[in-house]
């Protein structure tokens, strides 16, 4: 993953819930106080947060975790740190550098994706009724440019940026779903464990748009994939241009 799996669930919790809700605080808490935390047990986190000791119990569950004593597991293994490239360098020539691998990037998937599996992908957009598109983080901003461009060609599909919401959809769905996960490195479910619901994952038909470099769930139906390097630079702009090349394939095939 290009972060860990606790510093996702962490952030995504905090973008999908109020400022005010026990959940956010508490996320806010864990990410302001990391280094604190590997001495700090379940009460003290509580008390920290003015919240009761069920609360952070029940937030634990809602981020996919099993209890608290793997929360503080993932906390002294998770690396929060982030490694900027060239940072070193004057600012024009770093700007001029990152825009340059940027669109590198960009031509290098374009020239990558699998024109029939993008028109499998469309095809399937078109005939099912219910649609959803997912990603954590970055990636949900791809799956919002795409809901809000089908939705421009009358195709409606739905999406949630809490990843909470997310996994409950994908844990209940059916045969007559189709869910469309972003994921830049595959690594999607990883950040949450279904355990008992892996075989549930199998009724509805799931696609993964990701990087070539990285395998799919075995529950995972259909692969849209591209070449990439995997650096955390280009990332979010190869995913909303896989979402730009859904698009436009999807007027092509039905809005002539």
């Not at 919240?51 to 996919?64: A, H, K």
């Not at 900027?84 to 004057?90: F, G, V």
Request: proline share 3%; glycine share 4%; hydrophobic share 40%.
């Amino acid at each position: 993953m290009i972060y860990d799996k606790l510093p996702v669930v962490l952030l995504s919790t905090m973008a999908a819930e109020k400022n005010s809700s026990t959940n956010h605080v508490i996320a806010s808490y864990i990410l302001a106080h990391r280094q604190e935390m590997a001495d700090m047990g379940i009460q003290q986190l509580a008390e920290a947060c003015h919240v009761g000791t069920g609360s952070v119990s029940r937030f634990v569950r809602d981020i996919g975790l099993s209890g608290f004593n793997e929360l503080r597991t993932l906390i002294a293994q998770s690396d929060f740190s982030l490694d900027h490239a060239w940072m070193n360098e004057p600012a024009p020539k770093r700007r001029a550098k990152l825009t340059s691998y940027v669109a590198q990037s960009l031509i290098r998937m374009e020239q990558s994706v699998d024109q029939s599996q993008l028109e499998k992908l469309c095809e399937d957009i078109h005939s099912y009724q219910n649609v959803y598109v997912f990603g954590m983080l970055k990636a949900e901003s791809a799956a919002v440019s795409l809901q809000t461009d089908l939705l421009m060609m009358s195709k409606p599909v739905l999406t949630f940026a809490a990843y909470s919401e997310q996994i409950d959809t994908i844990a209940h769905a059916g045969k007559e779903d189709l869910i469309i996960i972003f994921s830049y490195t595959g690594s999607y479910f990883s950040s949450h464990s279904f355990r008992q619901n892996e075989k549930r994952l199998m009724l509805p038909k799931i696609w993964m748009v990701c990087s070539k470099d990285h395998k799919a769930p075995w529950f995972v139906d259909e692969v849209l994939s591209f070449d990439s390097d995997g650096r955390r630079e280009a990332h979010p702009f190869l995913l909303e241009m896989a979402a730009s090349l859904i698009t436009q394939q999807y007027a092509c095939q039905f809005q002539k």
